[in-house]
């Protein structure tokens, strides 16, 4: 395996809602012994079959980073933020308020990824007001097109009954949400509802960053933005019979 195939993908959210305990779920397929604070970030891996049961099956090295969720620690941590290719969303489903600083992390994220924008840049994520829309720019979340997935956690402490609908987070992201218990194995167990989301996610961070690499070894998964030039090239291929299926299953948009 290639040290190009390995894919960087952060995880966030608030001090204490569960990240590395999700991260050693997801990376050992058991629950974390003992937890301790992550200060700074901690960076894991996993091996996830990409096209899993196909022809095209391939074996890509996620790093998961668990960022620290420190607030005084909010300028130190742009440094983690380069070059990531996916983003997991975590909150505490007991705690309003995380759930509510997601759109605090993405602003973090993405005004450390592209500085020329003055959104809330150089700010303390604990400054921002959770009444003001201005924080998270959505359009700013489109035009980087990162995949992202949420994950709320600690459904054991959940004492109501769990929502059907997804967080508006999650739909304004157009992502995926999970939830679980961290320190139940069989919340990720292989073929549940919960794995095969994340599997789905990965696969989109995947298709992301190796886009065409990925295309070339599988035809079928050629995304709509190949249309155009497989148009052009047509009529010279035409003699090896070659057929075309746009799809738009790996944009994180779907």
Partial sequence: ???????????????????????HLMCHSNAIASVKWTIGASVDVKLHEFNEGTPNQRTYLIELWDI??????????????????????????????????LRKWLCEVFTAKDSSKDNCRDRDISQLSTNSD??????????????????GTKLDLLQTSVRTRLSSIAEECGAEEILLDCHLPKSLAPASTNSVKLSRFFDKVIERKFGEKSVSRNPILRTVDLTNSFEQNFQSNKKHNISFVPSNKYSHLD
């Fill in 1 to 23: 395996m290639s040290s190009t195939d390995k894919i960087k993908v952060l995880v966030l959210g608030d001090c204490g809602v569960g990240k590395s305990s999700l991260v």
């Fill in 134 to 151: 201005n924080y998270f720019d959505i359009e700013l979340f489109v035009e980087m097109n990162i995949p992202v997935v949420v994950v």
């Fill in 68 to 101: 620290g969720g420190y607030k005084t620690h909010s300028l130190a941590r742009n440094v983690f933020y380069n070059s990531f290719h996916g983003i997991i969303l975590v909150y505490d489903l007991t705690n309003i308020k995380s759930h509510e600083n």
